[in-house]
């Protein structure tokens, strides 16, 4: 199970700094550029910190210190924000595992869980049941899942059609084309043609009926994970190319 699961991180792993180093030589394998020139001096951040600081209202440094800055600083704070958290999350279950074993909490969940019990005995021999039919929830279970699917799909289309053609439009005998969204829609039609040929509801809600099937926590941490430290970045750039 361990190995396993250390597989599951490997992939992910892989996946992720895959993606991202995709995403940067794209552009030149396509032989593609960039929109705009990248500037070739040196950028600058000033900043205001709230109170004055030596007598200095404004610091102005350059972008590769307030990067370099942010490299260190980000890492401290999400380490000391988990480390923090563990150490709170280790005392309250040693403390909530202590309040378990005294016997006057084993007599109190004793007679709740049997008040609980007659409560649901009783409401089932005076009302009907109102579970919904298996049709329902499988082609709910259908229709969730293709939506999620088209979401992805209109996405990466719209990132692929954005690297093939950076000026998102052709020109065919003196008429402008819209290719992206073209490639975007062509893209989705291909997804709904492949869910209607393979999409069935006994299959999406099998594993529901069994219960064999753990959630991924592993591959939520890393998602999450990535989803964060795309956020920083993105942010970072936001602020450092602000005008």
Do not use: C
Not at 85 to 106: C, E, H, N, W
Not at 159 to 181: C, E, G, K, M, Y
Request: proline fraction near 6%.
């Amino acid at each position: 199970m361990r190995n396993r699961s250390l597989l599951t991180w490997a992939i992910i792993f892989a996946i992720l700094v895959g993606s991202g180093i995709l995403t940067i030589l794209l552009p030149a394998l396509l032989g593609g550029g960039a929109a705009e020139p990248l500037p070739r001096t040196p950028s600058t951040v000033t900043i205001t910190p709230p109170i004055a600081i030596g007598g200095n209202t404004s610091f102005t440094l350059a972008s590769w210190q307030v990067m370099l800055a942010l490299a260190f600083l980000v890492p401290a704070l999400v380490i000391g924000a988990g480390l923090t958290l563990g150490i709170v999350s280790i005392i309250v279950s040693r403390f909530i595992t202590r309040a378990k074993s005294t016997p006057d909490y084993q007599q109190a969940t004793a007679a709740v869980d049997k008040r609980y019990a007659d409560r649901i005995s009783h409401m089932r021999e005076t009302r009907p049941t109102s579970k919904a039919p298996e049709s329902t929830w499988k082609r709910w279970a259908v229709i969730t899942t293709a939506l999620t699917v088209l979401m992805f799909v209109g996405f990466s289309a719209l990132l692929i059609a954005s690297f093939v053609f950076p000026s998102n439009q052709i020109v065919r005998q003196d008429n402008i084309i819209n290719i992206t969204s073209l490639f975007a829609v062509g893209a989705l039609l291909l997804a709904l043609v492949v869910m209607a040929l393979t999409l069935r509801g006994d299959r999406l809600t099998a594993p529901d009926r069994s219960g064999a099937m753990p959630i991924p926590w592993d591959f939520v941490a890393v998602v999450l994970s990535g989803l964060l430290v795309v956020g920083l970045g993105l942010a970072v750039i936001a602020i450092v190319n602000a005008p």
